[in-house]
């Protein structure tokens, strides 16, 4: 049962346009959110979070929308450069994990965005 | 400041062999997390442990699998009776409190284990 849903695999934009990244969530109980950002052989590097009582948080070039009721978030990168090509993960967390919820972070699957010259 | 580190890198067992993962957290973090990525997955969490404490194990396998984190050096992740479903690259986290908004966990860059 994957509580967080990243239903792209793979997303190519060209350098300078927007990337749009999409995570959807099942489990109402999150109330923060994270992105994550992974190159090859390396470990994840935190991005960008937002805690649900936001529906947006900016930082730089990275703008992230929460929709709690549609339990959906996006990571906008605007303007996309070539060092940003690498897999995004989406990932959530409960301020009070219940009912064998972890203390962890949920994470997806990611998302492979391949920046374009 | 040195990030989270990892070691092994690159770990290779035989079935049955015993795997022994360390990390050490970043200097003043005293909270760890360990993941676990399959290939073609997203990272899932095992446990969290702080300073000589589980936390919580609910992402542990019920067998074979162990986690500690003493009060001095680094948390290790131990996994006997290794078997090739166990192939996998381990992460670990660290914060300085348990992670939630303004305290995120820093990654190491991971441990590869294969299990042949």
């Known amino acids: 049962d994957q509580q967080v849903k990243q239903n792209s695999p793979s997303l190519s934009v060209q350098e300078g346009r927007i990337s749009i990244l999409n995570c959807d969530y099942t489990n109402s109980m999150f109330d923060y959110f994270l992105w994550y950002k992974k190159y090859p052989a390396e470990g994840p590097t935190f991005l960008i979070s937002?805690?649900?009582?936001?529906d947006k948080n900016e930082d730089g070039r990275f703008t992230v929308f929460l929709n709690k009721s549609a339990k959906h978030l996006s990571l906008h990168i605007v303007p996309s450069q070539p060092g940003d090509s690498a897999v995004y993960f989406c990932a959530a967390s409960a301020a009070f994990p219940s009912g064998g919820g972890a203390d962890g972070l949920t994470f997806g699957k990611g998302t492979h965005l391949i920046i374009q010259p | 400041n040195a990030g989270v580190m990892q070691n092994p890198r690159h770990l290779v067992r035989r079935r049955g062999q015993e795997a022994r993962l360390r990390c050490s957290p970043m200097?003043?973090?005293?909270?760890v997390y360990w993941y676990r990525q399959l290939p073609e997955e997203g990272l899932k969490f095992m446990v969290y442990l702080q300073k000589e404490n589980i936390i919580d194990e609910s992402g542990m396998p019920k067998e074979r699998f162990s986690a500690e984190f003493p009060k001095e050096g680094p948390s290790i992740l131990r996994i006997q009776q290794v078997v090739r479903g166990d192939s996998a690259a381990y992460f670990c986290?660290?914060?300085?409190?348990?992670?939630?908004?303004?305290?995120?966990?820093?990654f190491g860059q991971g441990t590869r284990l294969t299990v042949v």
């Open positions: 200097k003043g973090h005293s909270h």
């Open positions: 986290a660290s914060s300085p409190n348990r992670q939630g908004p303004g305290t995120e966990a820093f």
């Open positions: 937002i805690s649900s009582i936001k």
